[in-house]
T-cell receptor, first 113, second 113 residues
Framework: KNQVEQSPQSLIILEGKNCTLQ??????????LRWYKQDTGRGPVSLTI?????NTKSNGRYTATLDADTKQSSLHITASQLSDSASYIC????????????FGTGTRLLVSP | EAQVTQNPRYLITVTGKKLTVTCSQN?????MSWYRQDPGLGLRQIYY???????DKGDVPEGYKVSRKEKRNFPLILESPSPNQTSLYFC????????????FGEGSRLTVL
């Protein structure tokens, strides 16, 4: 069964600190892995998309890594800001010839002043 | 500005009263999709469309209908809403069904009494 699991479920950090969110998946055949940021009550917004051959990708203070062998990904946030408070969703695309996405349930991050 | 627009953003209705949630995108995307998001369950796909007049069921299609008469519009129809359809709904689009960044609307929060 295709599954995406994220940890932790929730996290509180102090402003300015770094944090790392985890994503493990059991999806086959793998196409790509995406990280989305979702502010409360808003639609998800794409942060990164990584294919099988990419093992790291950055978007400003966000850096995603991918280990296709162990089927793990992480999202590292550097020098957190209050605006980083949001849910972060890991999404894996299944290579079925069209876009079949498997969504994680997200990590809710709260950055405290 | 490239965007996916959903209406209404908020709706409270009663059991059995037909309603339609509209979705429109201005990016000339072929692929459009509807998701519902419930606490602890993540995003689940309801229906998707790979092009005009081409629609198919997602993972949770029961109780919903869709149509794709024009490329830009993909309405979600609840013929006889029930309380278990109370949820946060998102429309999304992407250039082709083969992959690429998925753009989400702002969401429609529906409550069925």
């Amino acid at each position: 069964k295709n599954q995406v699991e994220q940890s932790p479920q929730s996290l509180i950090i102090l402003e300015g600190k770094n944090c790392t969110l985890q994503c493990n998946y059991t999806v086959s055949p793998f196409s790509n892995l995406r990280w989305y940021k979702q502010d409360t009550g808003r639609g998800p917004v794409s942060l990164t998309i990584m294919t099988f051959s990419e093992n790291t990708k950055s978007n400003g203070r966000y850096t995603a890594t991918l280990d296709a062998d162990t089927k793990q990904s992480s999202l590292h946030i550097t020098a957190s800001q209050l605006s980083d408070s949001a849910s972060y969703i890991c999404v894996v695309s299944v290579n079925t010839g069209f876009q079949k996405l498997v969504f994680g349930t997200g990590t809710r991050l709260l950055v405290s002043p | 500005e490239a965007q996916v627009t959903q209406n209404p953003r908020y709706l409270i209705t009663v059991t059995g009263k037909k309603l339609t949630v509209t979705c429109s995108q201005n990016m000339n995307h072929e692929y459009m999709s509807w998701y519902r998001q419930d606490p602890g369950l993540g995003l689940r796909q309801i229906y998707y469309s790979m092009n005009v007049e081409v629609t198919d069921k997602g993972d949770v299609p029961e109780g919903y209908k869709v149509s794709r008469k024009e490329k830009r519009n993909f309405p979600l129809i609840l013929e006889s809403p029930s309380p278990n359809q109370t949820s946060l709904y998102f429309c999304a689009s992407t250039r082709t069904s083969g992959g690429g960044e998925l753009f989400f609307g702002e969401g429609s929060r529906l409550t069925v009494l």
